[in-house]
């Protein structure tokens, strides 16, 4: 079992920034893909950016320029930077990862954090 524990997030000022971390913990699990995704209130939730594990991130059409994901493999933890966010970006984040148990039978695993709220507002 993994467990996401997300931090940031809460009222931003359009042209603000935003830091959003995420760590992960848990045992027996090999942690590939790690993202941030997020649901606008009254649309479906979407891709924000992902960062798979030793390559490169890939980000929403709608962040690219103003976003920045990061990964530091060796505390499992997922950090999503903007340096301009517009009311637009107002939605509940959820941190995302996805992996392998490493003990048999080997699964593929996703696991979503509890999400945490950001407003863009005034």
């Known amino acids: 079992q993994v467990q996401l524990v997300e931090s940031g997030g809460g009222l931003v000022q359009p042209g603000g920034t935003l830091n959003l971390s995420c760590a992960a913990s848990?045992?027996?699990?090999?942690?590939?893909?790690m993202g941030w995704y997020r649901q606008p209130p009254g649309k479906q939730r979407e891709l924000v950016a992902e960062?798979?594990?030793?390559?490169?991130?890939k980000y929403g059409d709608s962040v690219k320029g103003r976003f920045t994901i990061s990964r530091d493999n060796t505390k499992n933890t997922v950090t999503l930077l903007a340096d301009y966010v517009l009311p637009e970006d107002t939605a509940e984040y959820y941190c995302?990862?996805?992996?392998?148990?490493?003990?048999?039978?080997?699964?593929?695993?996703?696991?979503w954090g509890q999400g945490t709220q950001v407003t863009v507002s005034s």
């Open positions: 848990g045992s027996h699990f090999s942690f590939g893909d």
């Open positions: 960062v798979p594990r030793g390559r490169m991130p």
């Open positions: 995302n990862v996805k992996g392998w148990t490493t003990i048999a039978p080997m699964t593929y695993r996703e696991y």
